[in-house]
């Protein structure tokens, strides 16, 4: 099964700073990767899809980049609303693969 | 509006099992692909099960597999998710998600129910 690793697992940032998670597949999952936020509580929300496209609805200060086995989203300017956790999602085989989680905390 | 609406969560005794429900509304449904992602207590998001959106194909995790049955029943717009010999290890909230594009599993889930909890203890 692919594995798919995200870095950092928790980082600390301030409203309007820009922040990068990381998502490495362990072998190249050409665009297939998807971004999701979930908040406490509730489901998951998808954010990107196949690696850089914004899905309808999201602000636009979220982006997504990469291709092969790594792969980047960006805050541009963190907004309150936008401390969550963060997963990346394989859909390049069957086995649909999660990270493990980012988690976005307020410095 | 499109919508998910999980039931059927419970506590349960381990060994024994549980049918999960997914009803859907506000798409067609029987053109889109379906997933169950569980999530244990302070844990990540785990896939757990995908059916093709007339049923033909179904893939499981290998933690569920020959333990859970995926169906659906598309002229209920409803999914179904069967857990036998239940283990401590499935305690979780279970959410059924859709796929964002009909027929293609590759772009995502765009669409996610608010989840329904399952605890397995004695």
């Known amino acids: 099964d692919i594995q798919v690793t995200q870095s950092p697992s928790s980082l600390s940032a301030s409203v309007g700073d820009r922040v990068t998670l990381t998502c490495r597949a362990s072998?190249?999952?050409?665009?297939?990767l998807n971004w999701y936020q979930q908040k406490p509580g509730k489901a998951p929300k998808l954010l990107i899809y196949d690696a850089s496209n914004l899905q309808s609805g999201v602000p636009s200060r979220f982006s997504g980049s990469g291709s092969g086995t790594d792969f980047t989203l960006t805050i541009s300017s963190l907004q309150p609303e936008d401390f969550a956790t963060y997963y990346c999602?394989?859909?390049?085989?069957?086995?649909?693969?999660f990270g493990q989680g980012t988690k976005v905390e307020i410095k | 509006q499109v919508q998910l609406v999980e039931s059927g969560g419970g506590v349960v005794q381990p060994g024994r099992s549980l049918r999960l429900s997914c009803a859907a509304s506000g798409f067609t449904f029987s053109s889109f692909g379906m997933h169950w992602v569980r999530q244990a207590p302070g844990k990540g998001l785990e896939w757990v099960a995908f059916?093709?959106?007339?049923?033909?194909?179904?893939f499981y995790a290998d933690s569920v597999k020959g333990r859970f049955t995926f169906s659906r029943d598309n002229s209920k717009n409803t999914l179904y998710l069967q857990i036998n010999s239940l283990r401590s290890e499935d305690t979780a909230v279970y959410y059924c998600a859709k796929d964002r594009v009909p027929a293609a599993s590759i772009y995502g889930l765009d669409v996610w129910g608010q989840g329904t909890a399952v605890t397995v203890s004695s």
């Open positions: 072998e190249s999952i050409s665009t297939f």
């Open positions: 999602q394989q859909s390049y085989t069957i086995s649909w693969t």
């Open positions: 059916i093709s959106y007339d049923g033909t194909n179904k």
